[in-house]
């Protein structure tokens, strides 16, 4: 039983480190600059 909480344990972390990895690398290829975004909701602006 002990184990496979280990286990548990493991694959959660892994799944934790990987999903970071994801978010980061997300936000360092993101363009610089301004970004223009239109929808139902209107125009907004935003600057990065």
Same mark, same amino acid.
């Given at each position: 039983m #002990?184990?496979?909480? $280990?286990?548990?344990? @493991? *694959?959660?972390?892994?799944?934790?480190? %990987?999903? $970071?990895? @994801?978010? @980061?690398?997300?936000e +360092?290829?993101?363009p #610089? *600059?301004?970004? $223009? #975004? %239109? =929808? =139902? #909701? *209107? @125009?907004?602006? +935003? +600057?990065?």
């Amino acid at each position: 039983m #002990k184990q496979n909480m $280990l286990y548990v344990m @493991i *694959g959660a972390l892994v799944v934790v480190v %990987i999903a $970071l990895g @994801i978010y @980061i690398y997300r936000e +360092q290829t993101r363009p #610089k *600059g301004v970004e $223009l #975004k %239109i =929808d =139902d #909701k *209107g @125009i907004s602006i +935003q +600057q990065n």
